[in-house]
């Protein structure tokens, strides 16, 4: 137990520093990597370590402290855990924890001073003591200050509000356009409408990036909209989500191309009516960034780097802001271009507008300069924060690594001490049971080696006969092993030569139709699905069908299948598909004399079957579980089969016949389960029909040869690696 105990705290211990060096580089791994160490400390070292000293203690003090002791680590490590995962408790355990540890290593030197020798106090409890107020700090260190985010939350509101009326404002400049007729200026009508597509594409791209952000990290079973102003603190203060999401999802990139394709398309605007170049916003610089170490960030590392929610979702509203300060001063540029007598209308209608618009915009620029002086001031201090917390961090990893190697010191030491005194007392031991009886063991050892010698040789004669017998009855076992399967062999060779000479000659598909693709593969050498046609009085009947089983089992059911159509339809001479079916299910039965008794075997086959005259393009159709799809001019549809086998079942209806009027080009396909049941894919699931639909919808304008290479490339891709799970044989005819 002591060494699965050391085992598991060294190992705990290093997935705690791997886990604070992942988290100061932002590392995708720094949660899992901690969530392990809680679990593996808290579940497995903790618990092996309290079991382990409680035996070795008898007072009620002493057993006190143990228990304190584990139930203080518990708290505080399960906190941190909480705290890192953002679930909820985590502020309560580690507020217990704060005065709870203090005590703990309060009681430690109380326990030391009383001189309670029994317990095997060691360096490893003053370190645990240490390392779990090193993760309160941690914790308490490693987040933004509630200060930063409260101004990130007035800055959005405010954002929000100037947001709002700017756009209503450009909407009655464009509302006026749209009502005031300047037939001269068409080009710049033309630019205004541009100009309108530009601005709102771009705001529909932040709302969207802002709702998708949200929804990664907010999720409310209401319906309720997410809210700063009534968000946790907490939350806000959280920098891993905008990491995931711009940086590591792409989506910052995508901003930052969609802003570069903004802002192309105003420069194309201003040089096309010859503009003045206009200052659209310094925080639409998108090229790269240095700090004062020299390091060198692109625009989305600038913007979403350790960045907490609230500043991000700030960041989105102010560039809406900027947009549609773009757009207002490319308005009154191109305003200024048109016509006064083909504007004079226009500005009539604005003028009781315009005036408290013009001062709104005004007040609303002047806010908006002491908003970025705010934020930037907010940044400064985001970046000291930042600062401190890498420093932190970088400390809290050394002071990590240290107490990994003091305690794999400690541990070593003591181990290798241990095993030096064992091998000391075993050799000391071995020295004295050596001279006291060496003279004799020498005496006794020559007879022993020469009983032993001479059992030895009788025992390898003994052995080297044996394994001449085991060897002759093996071979001889190989031998007749070999013989038998080269006789099931020739006879599965030969049933499969019946098979396939049973299998009607595509000829007669060949001389009735403009194309046919005939899909047969066997899940073994011989297969329990069969197709099969004949001629009858001018029409041809033509079956798919899907015996019981697969291999040698199935080729029997083929075999009497495709005997007893032949019988049914060119001796009697039925040709309705659902009378064909209802006599096939009779001579079943009667072949395999089933009563429907519990015990008995439900063999027999499913099977779609059709009647095609083609002078009169007309077509019956009745199905046993198989369905027969009809595609005509792009359109796929299904008839469906009768749900009821061809054998015994305990409802036996007569089958349905359903009449079919084809037309000139159209499709019919049936098939077996075995294709769409295939199992493939990376999650090993079925093929299933509906993409077996979508296969054949897709290529139907493809040659019946070229369908047929497809279908088969189709389920090989999807099968992969995995076995073929049944038969399959899939039939397609053109009219």
């Known amino acids: 137990m002591k060494k699965a105990e050391r085992i598991l705290g060294i190992v705990a211990l290093s997935l705690f520093v791997l886990g604070i060096i992942s988290k100061s580089m932002h590392w995708p791994s720094s949660g899992i990597l901690l969530g392990l160490f809680v679990l593996c400390f808290n579940f497995g070292y903790l618990p092996l370590q309290l079991i382990r000293e409680r035996r070795q203690v008898s007072s009620l003090l002493d057993r006190s402290y143990l228990i304190f002791r584990f139930i203080t680590l518990f708290i505080v490590l399960l906190g941190f855990m909480f705290k890192i995962q953002h679930w909820p408790g985590a502020g309560i355990m580690l507020f217990l924890g704060t005065y709870m540890i203090p005590l703990l290593i309060a009681f430690y030197f109380y326990m030391r001073i009383k001189g309670r020798s029994l317990i095997p106090f060691q360096l490893s409890d003053l370190i645990l003591a240490v390392l779990a107020y090193s993760i309160h700090l941690f914790i308490s260190w490693s987040s933004v200050s509630p200060q930063v985010v409260n101004g990130y939350v007035v800055l959005d509101e405010q954002y929000s509000k100037l947001n709002a009326g700017l756009m209503t404002a450009n909407q009655l400049i464009y509302s006026s356009f749209d009502s005031t007729a300047i037939a001269s200026n068409e080009e710049i009508l033309e630019s205004i409408r541009e100009l309108r597509v530009l601005s709102a594409e771009m705001q529909r791209m932040t709302d969207t990036l802002k709702a998708e952000f949200i929804s990664h990290f907010y999720t409310d079973p209401t319906g309720k909209d997410f809210d700063m102003s009534t968000a946790s603190s907490s939350l806000l203060a959280s920098t891993s989500e905008s990491f995931y999401f711009f940086l590591e999802g792409g989506r910052g990139a995508e901003l930052k ?89 226009m500005l009539q209608e604005l003028a009781n507008n315009e005036s408290q618009l013009a001062i709104d915009l005004k007040e609303n620029e002047i806010l908006r300069i002491s908003q970025q002086k705010e934020l930037q001031r907010i940044q400064l201090e985001k970046s000291v924060s930042e600062l401190n917390q890498r420093n932190t961090l970088t400390a809290l990893a050394f002071a990590g690594i240290v107490f990994v190697l003091i305690l794999l010191s400690i541990s070593t030491r003591a181990y290798l001490l241990k095993q030096k005194a064992n091998k000391k007392l075993a050799l000391q031991k071995d020295e004295i049971s050596a001279k006291n ?268 040869p070229r369908q047929q290479q497809v279908l088969s490339d189709t389920i090989r891709e999807w099968q992969g690696n995995h076995e073929q799970t049944d038969d399959m044989v899939i039939l397609g005819i053109r009219i």
């Open 257 to 345: 191309a969609d802003l570069e394709d903004y802002m192309e398309g105003i420069q194309k605007i201003q040089q096309r009516h010859q503009l003045p170049a206009m200052l659209i916003s310094s925080g639409f610089d998108l090229d790269d960034v240095s700090d004062r170490w020299g390091n060198t960030y692109t625009w989305e590392q600038h913007m979403f780097n350790r960045t907490p929610i609230a500043s991000v979702i700030t960041t989105l509203s102010w560039i809406d802001q900027v947009v549609l300060l773009t757009e207002r001063g490319v308005q009154n540029q191109l305003t200024n271009q048109l016509d006064q007598t083909e504007t004079l209308g």
């Open 437 to 704: 009886s060496e003279l004799s063991i020498r005496n006794e050892e020559i007879l022993a080696q020469r009983d032993e010698i001479e059992a030895q040789r009788d025992e390898l004669e003994a052995q080297r006969d044996e394994l001449e017998a085991q060897r002759n009855l093996v071979q001889n076992h190989k031998d007749q092993i070999e013989k038998t399967h080269n006789e099931i062999s020739s006879s599965i060779d030969y049933a499969m030569r019946l098979q396939d000479a049973m299998l009607p000659s595509p000829a007669l598909l060949e001389k009735h139709f403009s194309g046919h693709l005939i899909f047969f593969r066997p899940k073994q050498k011989v297969s329990g699905d069969f197709y099969w046609w004949t001629s009858y009085e001018g029409s041809l009947v033509i079956a798919v069908a899907d015996c019981t089983g697969h291999g040698v089992p199935g080729a029997f059911m083929s075999l009497l299948g495709a005997s007893l159509l032949k019988e049914i339809v060119n001796r009697e001479g039925i040709t309705t598909p659902g009378r064909i079916l209802d006599r096939l299910r009779e001579e079943v039965i009667a072949a395999l004399d089933q009563k429907g008794s519990m015990n008995e075997q439900k063999d027999g086959m499913d099977m779609s079957l059709v009647c095609i005259d083609p002078e009169n393009l007309a077509c019956r159709f009745a199905g046993a579980y198989n369905p027969l799809y009809l595609l005509r001019r792009g359109q796929l549809s299904s008839y469906r089969a009768d749900l009821m086998p061809i054998s015994y079942y305990e409802e036996m209806r007569p089958f349905k016949t359903t009449e079919i009027q084809l037309e000139a080009g159209d499709q019919l396909y049936m098939f077996s389960d075995g294709y769409v049941d295939q199992f493939g894919g990376e999650q090993r699931k079925k093929f299933k029909s509906r993409k077996f639909r979508q296969v054949i919808t897709e290529y139907a304008d493809l040659s019946m």
